[in-house]
């Protein structure tokens, strides 16, 4: 038993999986994951999700779609134990910046004890919280790169 979707049903979309954002705009490569991000062609800044408008210079023309690289550095974190229905507590959240300049919100596959500032971090898909009916809801996380 689903509810009725909102935006239509996706037919690649299997039974209990559901992606957020909805267009699941990333691919899975060698165990990383290679979120589609925008650069803009004027000025080469980068941005994810994809947006229209350069944040950086204001051009609004050309916009590229690329795939932005899997690793990053740990910027903040903290972990939450108190959260919406469907999150598993604690977890930690953390802002992320890219190697290619991007910073990023997502959720961290460690606990806080476990964690340092600029650790190392690599993009991987996970699940991030469970529906009442059992549906899981899959995105990109972070996992501290064994290098
Ligand atoms: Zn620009």
Do not use: N
Not at 26 to 51: E, I, N, S, T, V
Not at 71 to 80: D, Q
């Amino acid at each position: 038993m689903t509810a009725p979707q909102p935006e239509g049903t996706e037919a690649t979309k299997s039974p209990g999986i559901e992606y957020f954002p909805k267009s699941k705009p990333w691919r899975m490569a060698d165990g990383a994951l290679h979120l589609l991000g925008m650069r803009c062609p004027h000025c080469g800044a980068k941005a994810f999700p994809a947006r229209s408008v350069c944040h950086a210079c204001g051009r609004d023309d050309g916009m590229e779609t690329v795939e932005l690289v899997p690793t990053g550095t740990l910027y903040s974190f903290a972990e939450i134990h108190a959260a919406p229905k469907g999150f598993p507590t604690p977890y930690v959240i953390g802002f992320v910046d890219l190697d290619d300049g991007v910073r990023l919100l997502g959720q961290v596959e460690h606990r806080a004890a476990e964690l340092g500032m600029d650790e190392k971090v690599q993009l991987v898909e996970g699940v991030i919280r469970t529906r009442g009916d059992g549906t899981k809801v899959v995105s990109y996380k972070f996992r501290r790169r064994s290098s």
